[in-house]
């Protein structure tokens, strides 16, 4: 149990174009998701926490204008890079909380690469 | 605030022990311990609840000192499959459903 897919795995996109990552818990609901992102052979960093139905909480120093967060349903919240640019490019991560779970269930990761 | 882990990397050869640690400064609620491979997502291990319980995972254990703010990681007669990256996590808040705020890991290395 407490499945989480992320889609895509990888992608490559060109600078000044947007990428749409997708998160889903597949055997539960998750309410609130959290959102990761992580350059080389460095620590997760948290960028913002998604909440069904109301506006992400982004962390300081993260734009909310390129990182758009969409959190319409239970099961799916949604991170949109938005006019990528190469300094973007690393692996993010959602991550989702389960109620009466144990620990958080990661997705498989996102490696984004823009050129 | 970040835990702190230590050391930062390791080298073992199979069937050695290592020791990670992880300190926060701030009152803990719970330690989560993962371990990522290079290129994939974090993998959870176990949770480490108030109480100083030490769980275990194979072999695979952890102890949780919450006078202290600090847990262990314990890897017993390790095995090739354990290399990759150790990450403590604590939560922001008091409690579940809050960010988890991750250390900067321990890189262990099994060799042959």
């Known amino acids: 149990g407490a499945v989480v897919s992320q889609h895509p795995s990888r992608v490559i996109c060109k600078s000044g174009t947007s990428v749409k990552i997708e998160c889903r818990s597949l055997d539960f609901q998750a309410t609130t998701m959290f959102w990761y992102r992580q350059f080389p052979k460095q620590s997760l960093m948290l960028m913002a926490t998604s909440n069904e139905g109301s506006k992400a909480t982004y962390e300081q120093g993260v734009e909310k204008d390129k990182f758009l967060i969409n959190h319409a349903s239970l099961t799916l919240s949604t991170l949109t890079v938005t006019s990528a640019h190469p300094e973007d490019s690393s692996f993010y991560i959602c991550s989702a909380y389960r109620a009466g779970g144990v620990g958080y269930t990661f997705g498989s990761g996102t490696r984004l690469t823009v050129v | 605030q970040q835990p702190v882990q230590s050391p930062q990397a390791v080298i073992l050869r199979e069937g050695e022990d290592a020791v990670i640690n992880c300190s926060s400064s701030?009152?803990?609620?719970?330690v989560h311990w993962y371990r990522q491979k290079h290129g994939e997502a974090p993998v959870f291990l176990m949770i480490?609840?108030?109480?100083?319980e030490q769980k275990g995972h194979e072999k695979i254990s952890a102890s949780f000192n919450e006078k202290k703010q600090q847990s262990s990681l314990y890897l017993t007669a390790s095995q090739l499959s354990y290399s990759g990256t150790y990450f403590c996590?604590?939560?922001?808040?008091?409690?579940?459903?809050?960010?988890?705020?991750f250390g900067k890991g321990t890189r262990l290395s099994v060799i042959a």
């Open positions: 480490l609840l108030k109480g100083g």
């Open positions: 701030k009152a803990l609620y719970s």
């Open positions: 996590g604590t939560y922001r808040g008091d409690s579940g459903n809050t960010p988890l705020v």
